[in-house]
């Protein structure tokens, strides 16, 4: 291939390196509009951005987070030990760049997404289980409500015509010690603290695998 044929539309290098990739890739013009950079897509979710360097003579390839919408961008950028672009002669045929994209580029980009996901996953287990807390506060608390204002996961104790509690409880994420802060009138705090006990000693007595 001759330097001008290198010189062709990156669009049209992009479709032939998806298609040599295979049928569950797509080329796009990525949201930035810029002619010097093609985005391609698997169905599967990989993302992956070519873009050709100032001259021409080279392509940059980089591995992206996946599809927008799956929000794993921190995730990658913390966790990337490992190169994530690779740089090909622009003059070499489609079907050969794709081979290097497959052998240099997709493993460990596909191990890192993998990875991602699981995070992600486990995030969400551990948020539907701090909303699941709260709600069930709320219900137990008569006076509690939560407090939009600071945090939709945060509970404020108090507002209420009659109530005698005053504070807030703080459920933050992942298994961090959940934090509360409440006023006590003086005439309830001997109580209180004999019940705080008494909770306190059945919690040292339960076995750790069934807190």
């Known amino acids: 291939m001759t330097f001008a044929e290198s010189s062709r539309p990156l669009t049209e290098t992009a479709r032939a390196i998806a298609a040599a990739l295979g049928i569950t890739w797509t080329s796009a013009r990525p949201a930035s509009g810029l002619t010097s950079e093609v985005s391609l897509y698997s169905e599967t979710g990989e993302a992956i951005l070519i873009k ?7 392509i940059e390839i980089s591995a992206l987070t996946g599809h927008p919408d799956e929000g ?20 070499r045929a489609p079907i050969d760049i794709a081979r290097d994209i497959e052998r240099r580029l997709l493993p460990s980009y596909r191990i890192a997404l993998a990875r991602a996901r699981d995070a992600k996953r486990a995030a969400s287990a551990t948020e539907r289980e701090r909303r699941r807390i709260i709600q069930s506060l709320a219900l137990i608390l008569p006076s509690a409500r939560i407090a939009v204002e600071a945090s939709e996961h945060d509970l404020e104790i108090g507002g209420v015509e009659g109530s ?15 934090e509360m802060s409440i006023d006590i009138p003086k005439a309830l705090v001997l ?11 059945e919690i040292s007595h339960t076995p750790r695998e069934t807190r």
């Open 52 to 58: 050709r360097r100032r001259g021409g003579r080279r």
């Open 72 to 91: 794993l961008s921190n995730y990658w950028t913390h966790h990337r030990n490992f190169p994530n672009v690779i740089t090909v002669d622009a003059r």
């Open 164 to 178: 005698l509690l005053l504070g807030r409880i703080k459920v933050p994420p992942s298994d961090w010690p959940v």
């Open 191 to 201: 109580e209180f603290a004999r019940r705080l006990a008494v909770l306190e000693s």
